[in-house]
């Protein structure tokens, strides 16, 4: 194989984490009628790692997987089962033949891989559920493969593992093309066999996170070497999470004169760690592993990358001038924020288009609004390195001595609109008709009222116990909400609370005086509410104990009767305050039927 290309793409799922590998053939077919050989191309592996997604990033993910990169994938990677990792696999209905993760279920042939420090605290919801699902069903791959996807082991995780386990995971992706896919720590254990996590919580008893078992890994060809770790947790303190970053980055390039797996092999490009949260990426990482550029995917409802890591860049690239931060998924930064003065400040190290500070008649901004993803492109051709075309629509930074290119790809003008026609389930079905005398709006504001009171209760809650996540909750949720929250003083953020959840509602639903006096529907048409509000206000009225009065006239039309056990904050359900048993990480646990999700978009 003479020609041979890498790309890893960093989709915009909005808030989470999905990055494809793509390796290529390229042939040049000489045509009689021109001087010039055409060339063509023939996929030879495709991976894709993590497929996260909030508000509308299944959706977004979908559109650009369906855009540009059709077909089922040879592996997916999980790195570990968080919703934002993990809920587009069967959200956005991905199909795959091979899949890598922390195991702890049975697979498709009945096997159950029993990792050796579980999988976290909160991580077996119903996204993991339909994750677990995915895994098990069996797919049409083209139209003469039909199978069940196929597990690859990771022999060094195993409760009972030997010393014949131990040793790093190796995936060549696509026969002889040399790029090897290379597994260095999973599940808090290192390749070496070190249980890292496991020593840890010997000396410091607390909850396991999901993401102190994330799987890290490096893409490796040539002298080209690409990082990638899920939300692998780094936190020194060890007060939110373990530490489990600095022993793997200690074992990949320990002090002389030891030698490890990247003892003088530098990091190419380092796709940071947990969307840029201070509890990772320390500056030992950094200083050690040399990364020439590092890819943000950033989560705006977390409020990551946070000031902290930003301020950690900056110090590595007063040492490291030269290299580059790139920001993907959508990130909107005001200049009251933090993280404003903290991206001013790497202002130069940030790839040229990528991020834009403008001002407006009241505000300042930064953001990377414009730019839909960024992929890195590698090619290497009878042996030599060789630079690739510029795509339309896109700015190309070049790095001729590492041999590898940046690529920005513009966001297109109508990407919103084609997002919107493609995430259908959260376009939440608001058919319910009912009587106003058995459940009025002062019933029903009354009602919102109370889970106002409750939001704020969570959201105090997560300042005093950092292991809680109340916001996480309420984004996953009622997605219309953060923005009200984040611009609102607290003295007033029940008033703007009950405020905005009353307008979705009047904006859903209109009283109709002339028979019986029944509320109604506004219709498809009139409804000019965004899926993410069209989700918030359906959750707000479904399965919630805070709505009694309109739960009971559910059930008085005898569709959808309300069962108090299965509310997603009653006793028995998801209940979102610390000490209940699945109040630690939250997650949606709730939603409606397939019935019940609208076919069409605003």
């Known amino acids: 194989m003479a020609d041979i290309s890498l790309e890893i793409h960093h989709l915009d799922v909005r808030g989470g984490d999905a990055t494809a590998i793509i390796v290529k053939q390229h042939h040049a077919d000489h045509n009689m009628d021109s001087e010039e050989p055409e060339e063509t191309e023939t996929e030879l592996y495709r991976v894709l790692i993590d497929a996260g997604a909030e508000g509308s990033g299944s959706g977004a993910l979908k559109y650009y997987l369906k855009r540009h990169l059709k077909g089922p994938f040879d592996l997916v990677v999980a790195t570990h089962y968080h919703q934002d990792h993990i809920q587009g696999f069967s959200q956005a209905k991905i199909k795959f033949k091979k899949f890598l993760d922390n195991g702890s279920y049975k697979d498709a042939d009945g096997t159950q891989i029993i990792p050796k420090n579980d999988i976290g605290k909160g991580a077996r919801t119903k996204i993991f559920d339909n994750y677990v699902t995915r895994t098990q069903t069996e797919m049409v791959f083209s139209s003469d493969e039909k199978a069940k996807p196929t597990r690859v082991p990771i022999p060094f995780i195993k409760k009972n593992s030997t010393p014949a386990d131990v040793g790093p995971v190796e995936i060549e992706l696509g026969t002889g093309t040399g790029i090897k896919l290379i597994i260095y720590a999973a599940n808090g254990v290192l390749a070496n066999g070190t249980d890292v996590l496991g020593n840890l919580s010997r000396q410091k008893r607390k909850a396991i996170s999901p993401n102190d078992v994330s799987l890290a890994m490096v893409i490796e060809w040539g002298n080209f070497r690409y990082l990638t770790m899920g939300d692998l947790s780094g936190d020194e303190d060890q007060t939110s999470y373990y530490d489990i970053e600095k022993p793997l980055v200690d074992y990949l390039v320990p002090a002389p004169p030891k030698v490890g797996p990247l003892t003088n092999k530098p990091i190419t490009v380092f796709k940071a760690s ?125 790095n001729l001595d590492l041999g590898y290119d940046i690529v920005l790809m513009e966001r297109d003008a109508d990407d919103a609109n084609q997002v919107a026609q493609t995430v259908r389930f959260t376009s939440y079905a608001l058919t319910t008709v009912w009587p106003n005398i058995s459940c009025g709006q002062a019933e029903i504001v009354k009602g919102f009222e109370e889970q106002a009171d409750a939001m704020i209760r969570w959201l105090a809650n997560d300042e005093e116990i950092k292991e809680t996540s109340g916001f996480d909750y309420l984004s996953e949720h009622y997605p219309a909400l953060p923005r009200v929250i984040r611009e609102s003083e607290s003295d007033v953020l029940k008033e703007a609370l009950v405020q905005k ?10 009283l109709d005086k002339t028979k019986d006096w029944v509320w109604k529907p506004t219709g498809k048409n009139n409804n000019n509410l965004t899926s993410d509000e069209k989700k918030t206000i359906f959750n707000l009225l479904w399965y919630n104990y805070h709505q009694p009065v309109w739960n009971l006239s559910y059930r008085r039309s ?45």
């Open 274 to 398: 947990h969307h840029g949260s201070e509890f990772s990426n320390q500056s030992h990482l950094l200083k050690t592993l040399q990364p020439d550029s590092i890819i943000v995917c950033c989560n705006l409802q977390k409020q990551v990358p946070s000031p902290i890591f930003l301020e950690r860049l900056s110090e590595y690239f007063k040492e490291n001038d030269g290299s580059k931060v790139v920001f993907t998924n959508t990130m909107k930064v005001f200049k009251q924020d933090d993280r404003y003065t903290g991206l001013q400040g790497i202002a130069k190290s940030i790839v040229p288009g990528n991020v834009e500070f403008e001002a407006g008649d009241d505000e300042e901004l930064a953001s990377n609004l414009k730019m839909k993803c960024a992929v890195i492109r590698r090619r290497v051709k009878d042996g030599k390195v060789v630079m690739q075309k510029s795509p339309e629509k896109a700015t190309v930074i070049s």
């Open 501 to 510: 959840m009353t307008a979705m509602f009047t904006a859903s639903f209109s």
């Open 558 to 602: 005898g569709r959808n009767p309300y069962v108090r056990e299965k509310a997603w904050n009653a006793a028995a359900g998801t209940n979102p305050e610390p000490g209940s048993k699945s109040g630690m990480k939250r997650v949606a646990e709730q939603g409606p039927t397939e019935r019940k999700k609208r076919r069409t978009s605003k």
